[in-house]
């Protein structure tokens, strides 16, 4: 039976990374992993495609109508915190949101310690994140290839608990956060040129719906 339900798995992720850009739109993406199982299959696609970001949130996919209408609640959150925080890139993704800060913007090289700069940010994005209280947020922290494994793995475990800190300090529930350090292990950009490795040296905060969100959600679509 485990291995049956692996194969399933395999087979959807498999299907949703060769079809999703082409042959489904998000709602009907969100109806096949929701049926499936998101947290395998979102852990399974995460992996394969280098992306963290995208399997955590497709991990954490309701799918089917339901799944559509946090969609439109996040779509809402998103544009406001693109207006809200112009120095961050905001990527809608399935049923969540990635707000991507460069770590130029939050900290000083190699440091740990949020710079001047980084206050502003997350200040403004910290005034969205009360607006919308029925989310939940993983802080990703991720580094490029220079340096030790076990240093980068540190550098990016010490920084995304630097934003938890700050964040929770101005008045976000720590039970709505989770943290986590991937140091080099997971670069959206090329190590091979000093533009890349400066884009991969950044945080990621994932803003996904829990469970009040979802039950909400469910009522407003009918189930």
């Known amino acids: 039976m485990r291995i049956l339900k692996g194969i399933m798995f395999g087979l959807v992720a498999l299907s949703v990374l060769m079809f999703s850009c082409k042959s489904m739109n998000k709602t009907q993406k969100g109806a096949v992993i929701g049926t499936a199982g998101g947290a395998a299959v979102g852990a399974v696609i995460g992996k394969a495609a280098g992306n963290t ?18 969609g439109k609640k996040m779509d809402k959150q998103a544009e406001e915190i693109k207006k809200q925080v112009p120095d961050a890139k905001v990527e809608r993704v399935e049923e969540g949101i990635v707000v991507e800060f460069n770590s130029k913007i939050l900290f000083g090289f190699d ?16 005034t969205i994140l009360n607006k919308y209280p029925d989310t939940n947020i993983e802080i990703q922290g991720h580094t490029d290839n220079a340096g030790t494994d076990e240093y980068n793995q540190g550098l990016s475990e010490r920084r995304a608990s630097a934003v938890s800190a700050y964040i929770r300090g101005k008045g976000i529930s720590n039970s709505r956060i989770t943290i986590k350090g991937f140091g080099e292990t997971a670069p959206k950009y090329s190590n091979d040129a000093e533009d890349g490795r400066a884009l991969n040296r950044r945080v990621d905060f994932l803003i996904t719906a829990n469970e009040k969100m979802k039950a909400e959600a469910k009522k407003e679509a009918g189930q």
């Open 53 to 70: 970001a995208l399997g955590a949130i497709i991990g954490a996919t309701v799918g089917g109508v339901t799944g559509a209408v946090i």
């Open 111 to 126: 440091r740990s310690d949020l710079a001047n700069s980084a206050e502003r940010n997350l200040n403004d994005l910290v």
